[in-house]
């Protein structure tokens, strides 16, 4: 079969998977204690429905919004609250938590297993869905009820396996374990759209994936794999669409608008794990990678498990780290703080050397065109970076500043190590700053 890609830019870039995508998922102790942000999503923030003092069972709710766009956190351990109030995020930020000293009971909060899944009304998925307090869990934390619910008709839902981003293995090792689950979570999402195909792309590194995928769909005629070129960044939302459905997702559009909904693997099996037993959004299979680290792993670790005890799982440091990366080198953010905690959308932490780090130095762009030629949106990220580094936001607006999916391509190959995409960025935040100014004008 041969395999499938998008037409426009992209390249090719060090993988560096070998360290973890042979080794199967291992599990991490639960922490003694757990810090629970009230915010782990896109959307209004959580309020806290718990106070100090109070007991709490794994699984429960801790946190709640009545916005639509938002999601409940819940506990990740039984044990007693110590403390609500502003904690350390990963990212040096602070935000209001729940602080539970787990008690080692693992005392289950219990939740509504449905036996048949294709009993299930679109309605009561999406409230299921929404209950267990589901985001995207490839790094976009949307809330994933919001996303079942689309405005327009949809006839595919696809299924990024791509996971495309250099060390992260963990939807990989995913596919390879627990495909089966994936599958039953994919036919829920379809069931709650109203889709009539679903289709699971995985890159072409990844055979035995992809083996056990196609066995797991064997049964399910609406179903199909996608074999995909391997190509950076190949898991990018509009990408994915034009490769597996030759579907151009417009400008300022969204994929309903081309009649798909996109999914992570791990969403999809939390999706599987909410309907049929009953089980809510607190672990996840995190990739703990990069050349710093004593013994990388593909760990299942609780929400709320500081950083460090997750490396420290993994045998700590080969030295000091050069930097300490959340999510994938080429869209993530580095890690401030190591006492932050983990969250549901963290799908990676990786401690890196000297030797892996490349470091922006910002010479004269010398025009090469090379940032041009590897944009996979079609862009002048030359133009973009310079513009939005000027604050000349507006002018940055009209060559599509905000069609920039911030893959980081253009940085990567700039010969003169030019902070495009961090550019990019700020002018992307400087616009909307100066956009809301005017709306309170």
Known sequence: ???????RGGGDIPHRKSATDHKPIVVMPAPEIAVIPL?????????PVVAVGDKVKMGQVVGQSKAFISAPVHASVSGQVVAIEERPLANGQK????????????????????????????????????????????????????????????????????ECEPYLT?????????????????????????AAQGVIGIEANKPDAIAKVQEAIAEYGELSVAILQVRYPQGAEKQLIKAILNREVPSGGLPHDVGCVVS???????????????????????TVS????VDPRNVLVRVGTPLEELFEFCGGFLGEPEVIVCGGPMT????????????????????????????????PCIRCERCVQVCPMGLTPNLLGEYSHMGMYKEAERIHLRDCIECSLCSYVCPAKRALVTWIKQGKAGLAAEKAKEKVS
Not at 264 to 286: D, F, P
Not at 340 to 358: F, I, R
């Open 1 to 7: 079969m041969i395999a499938k890609t998008f037409p």
């Open 170 to 194: 963990c939807d990989h090792r995913l596919m390879a374990e627990r495909a089966a689950e994936m599958v039953q979570g994919l036919l829920a999402i379809m069931k709650a759209t109203g």
């Open 264 to 286: 992570n693997v791990h969403t999809a099996i939390a999706v599987y794990e909410a309907l049929s037993l009953g089980k809510s959004s607190y672990e996840r299979v995190v």
């Open 39 to 47: 915010q782990q999503h896109i959307g209004a923030p959580c309020e």
């Open 95 to 162: 935000a209001l938590s729940v602080v539970i000293k787990n008690d080692g009971r693992d005392e289950p909060a219990g939740g509504t297993k449905h036996a048949d899944l294709r009993k299930l009304a679109a309605n009561a998925i999406r409230q299921a869905v929404k209950d267990a307090g589901i985001v995207g869990m490839g790094g976009a934390g949307f809330p994933t009820h919001v996303k079942l619910n689309p405005p327009k008709p949809v006839d595919t839902i696809l299924i990024n396996g791509a």
């Open 290 to 293: 990069g050349g710093a680290v």
């Open 332 to 363: 993530g953010w580095p890690v401030q703080d190591l006492g932050g905690p983990v969250v549901k959308n963290m799908s990676g932490v990786l401690a890196l050397t000297k030797e892996e780090v490349g470091f922006d130095e910002n010479l």
